[in-house]
């Protein structure tokens, strides 16, 4: 980059990605940068990412987004966790949680106190404890923060939504602060001789849109970061093999559950998101373990409703980007990398990305330093989830098709192996400090797919057998009074942001 001050910002490519990035930094820097996006209508959006985790809350806040008007807007509902179906065998099922089960003792966490009473004969599982749980299986939601005067969390939530809705309602709200929308297809890109960034971008070999710094929102095709700046990919099919999907949509359900399901299958899993107005439905698969057809046949014989279309087939490779930031452009959303939505993290990317790019966004200048430090993290952050990833496959007990054989056996990153041996020891948990997944998370998959820890903290003994018996006792008696005062999930949605 010049040492000229940075006065116009150009963002290629539309979806929730492009508008995402559009809102965010119409809203923070709209102020001191001229913003253009740049997108096709003749050029479709992979438009599937329908289920998040709650750092949506935080980007919505920042925008000033109305939750009751966003959630009506796009057919949303809220979100409690996933469950999990089959996954660490057949015939079982967990509720991966956006909150804590039951609440820490003298600094020790709950899972300790519940996994010492298990070992003694206790029956009850983890999930007994878990506000979540409880709700979910109600299907009950509302707004609680914290459970009577105790120090237990309350309801931690997030969304589900039409994608290509929440895209547009984000569109309208960009060009509200400013953002200038232009119609057309890179055909063409120039760059600065000398220090090779990008000068402009040629629409439709006719039109030139000049800027200081470019966003490449273009999706798999990344058609600057990866096309034109020939930044390199790592592909990591070999720790997450599934490498296409087909979504369909289907009726909406009769009873709208606050939760995401992901059911496995023999060559892959199968995604349920509830939606006001209908159900968004996916299979994501291996393509060296079953054909596309099966895996279409195999999707719609496992929707609950009838399908309203024909299977879309999407394809792509796990991985990443080499660099997030090559000379300046960042790209954001597909065109940096690629985890499937196993758990919900591909919106979370995007605004993580935007964030930190705020963060570090060059006034002017080399901004050498500060594009190291945004694909430094960026890196790490990917390389955690992945591994999160990663263990719901590996840590399984199916043997019943081939390839579960192949993710029960595969060779996975060091870094994964340290947690799984260190929970399975003593239920602690090797938690990165800035990890995406809180301990909760790790110890509810962990335990969820299989994994018993040969022993707990020892600190979680303190306690004589018939004070944990209270204490767990007591712990049931505050969920289950809590839940008892929620209303359910449809009648919340039907009270507050029922869509049109």
Not at 83 to 112: C, K, Q
Not at 410 to 429: W, Y
């Amino acid at each position: 980059m010049t040492e000229s001050a940075v006065r116009k910002l150009v963002i290629v490519g539309g979806g929730t990605a492009g508008w995402i990035t559009a809102a965010a930094f119409s809203r923070l820097m709209g102020r001191t940068l001229e913003i253009e996006l740049v997108e096709s209508v003749a050029i479709g959006t992979v438009g599937v990412g329908e289920a998040t985790i709650p750092q949506i809350i935080r980007l919505n806040t920042i925008l000033g987004l109305d939750e009751n008007d966003f959630l009506r807007r796009t057919n949303g509902t809220f979100k409690l966790g996933i469950e999990f179906v089959d996954w660490g065998s057949i015939r079982t099922r967990y509720l991966h949680t956006f909150g804590d089960a039951g609440m820490n003792l003298a600094s020790v966490p709950f899972h300790h106190y519940w996994h010492r009473a298990a070992r003694s004969g206790h029956s009850d599982d983890l999930w007994h404890y878990s506000l979540h749980q409880l709700a979910a299986e109600h299907g009950k939601f509302g707004k609680l923060d914290r459970v009577g005067n105790t120090s237990m969390t309350g309801l931690a939530y997030a969304y589900h939504f039409d994608a290509s809705l929440y895209a547009a309602y984000l569109r309208a709200y960009a060009e509200q602060h400013g953002v200038t929308r232009t119609e057309g297809i890179v055909s063409s890109v120039a760059r600065d001789g000398e220090s090779g960034d990008i000068t402009s971008i040629t629409l439709d070999a006719e039109r030139e849109v000049a800027g200081d710094f470019f966003i490449d929102c273009t999706g798999f095709r990344a058609v600057l970061l990866g096309k034109e700046l020939d930044v390199g990919y790592q592909d990591w099919s070999k720790w997450l093999p599934c490498n296409r999907a087909q979504a369909v949509p289907s009726e909406r359900l009769d009873n709208l559950v606050p939760y995401t399901r992901a059911t496995a299958k023999t060559a892959g899993w199968q995604w349920r998101i509830p939606l006001q107005h209908r159900t968004g439905n996916g299979h994501v698969y291996c393509s060296e373990f079953i054909s596309d057809d099966e895996a279409a046949e195999t999707l719609l014989a496992g929707l609950d409703t009838k399908p309203l279309a024909d299977p879309r087939p999407i394809r792509f490779t796990t991985g990443r980007r080499e660099q997030f930031w090559s000379h300046n452009c960042v790209g954001i959303g597909l065109s940096s990398g690629f985890l499937e939505p196993l758990e919900s993290t591909s919106i979370h990317l995007i605004q993580s990305h935007v964030s930190r790019l705020l963060q570090l966004f060059p006034a002017s200048g080399d901004a050498r330093i500060e594009r190291d430090e945004y694909n430094r993290r960026c890196a790490t952050e990917f390389e955690q989830i992945r591994d999160f990833l990663i263990l719901h496959y590996h840590q399984t007990s199916r043997e019943d098709s081939e390839f579960w054989r192949y993710c029960k056996n595969m060779d996975v990153p060091d870094s994964l192996t340290h947690k799984q041996e260190l929970f399975a020891s003593s239920g602690r948990v090797g938690r990165d400090a800035d990890d995406l997944f809180r301990e909760a998370s790790w110890v509810q998959v962990m335990l969820g797919q299989g994994v018993m820890p040969d022993g707990h903290d020892p600190m979680a003994g303190a306690l004589t057998d018939a004070q944990l018996s209270e204490f767990l006792k007591n712990v049931r008696t505050l969920i289950e009074r809590a839940v008892d005062g929620l209303p359910t999930h449809e009648d919340y949605l039907r009270q507050h942001c029922q869509a049109g």
